[in-house]
């Protein structure tokens, strides 16, 4: 028996990861991968299991991909679930949300990860509870617009923005399964690009840029509008690649995750410092590495004496 619940799973050059994402949601109603222009397996992949691939183009504009799918696919069913290629659906959380979404009471779910790291869930460290908004009627739920997608190099994909719901939400109980199946490299190539995004974030926090279209920051909301409020007071600290550090792998226990927590706490240090450097010129030379505005005369080459 099929779930009623339509699966969503944005893609780009993930054969890695989308063998087990797709058979983890074999238990949905119907699947479609969003891609953009993957040059390796994944729509052959996808096409394998079953899932419907569609191509998104992203024009450098709102919406990115997410939010295009949420207005565009043809959804046959009232409940999307948004899974990206590294997550996994256990079936014991499919059970849960079978069950779930028959309750009139809620228009959407958030779903807890568990995150596998050099083969070791983090635990600690500030990573779980990891709690994301991805299950929800479909014509209820639209990502929030933090203004960052003309900042180059971030991708076409929503990534740390949070969906807007229209009703009350809420918790699971059983988690989802966050597991990358990349590499090291792939991890800092893709948090290269976080941290282009995060230094607008900062940037636009810092320079008091209005929150409409987003879910706001708020002490006493969901966990969610919490961390939007405790960011606003750390984009203002000093030395944060140094707290970041002391705050996951000691304030945060993440010690107890052993040589991959250690790891993982020095490589979110270094994220953090990227940011920080990002952000200076984004304040100091409006995100270019130098100024041009004063012409450069070129120096002469001074003449070799022959000996």
């Not at 028996?1 to 949905?28: D, F, G, T």
């Amino acid at each position: 028996m099929k779930i009623p619940v339509s699966v969503l799973i944005p893609a780009k050059n993930e054969e890695a990861n989308l063998p087990a994402c797709l058979a983890s949601v074999a238990q949905a109603d119907e699947v479609f991968v969003v891609d953009s222009q993957s040059n390796d397996r994944s729509v052959e992949i996808a096409e394998q299991y079953g899932a419907t691939v569609v191509q998104f183009q992203f024009n450098g504009r709102w919406p990115k991909k997410k939010n295009w799918s949420l207005e565009t696919l043809p959804f046959r069913n009232e409940w999307v679930l948004i899974v990206d290629c590294d997550e996994r659906i256990p079936p014991e959380l499919w059970e849960e949300i079978a069950e779930a979404i028959q309750n009139p009471a809620y228009s959407g779910y958030y779903l807890n990860r568990r995150v596998f790291f050099l083969g070791q869930w983090i635990r600690h460290g500030g990573k779980y509870p990891d709690w994301n908004l991805r299950l929800f009627r479909h014509q209820q739920g639209r990502y929030e617009n933090l203004n960052t997608e003309d900042i180059r190099n971030t991708g076409d994909n929503e990534v740390h923005e949070h969906v807007m719901l229209q009703g009350t939400a809420g918790y699971l109980k059983q988690d989802m399964l966050h597991i990358d199946f990349r590499d090291i490299f792939q991890w800092l190539e893709r948090h290269n690009r976080y941290s282009n995004w995060e230094a607008r974030v900062y940037y636009n926090l810092l320079t008091g840029m209005a929150e409409r279209d987003t879910i706001g920051a708020n002490l006493f909301g969901d966990s969610v509008q919490r961390k939007r409020f405790l960011k606003r007071i750390w984009v203002r600290l000093p030395f944060k690649p140094l707290l970041r550090f002391l705050l996951s792998y000691f304030l945060r226990l993440g010690f107890l995750d052993g040589k991959a927590g250690y790891i993982y706490a020095r490589l979110l240090s270094q994220y953090e410092y990227q940011i920080g450097v990002k952000l200076f010129e984004l304040q100091q030379f409006g995100g270019q590495l130098n100024k041009t505005s004063v012409p450069i005369t070129m120096v002469q080459p001074i003449p070799q004496t022959e000996v």
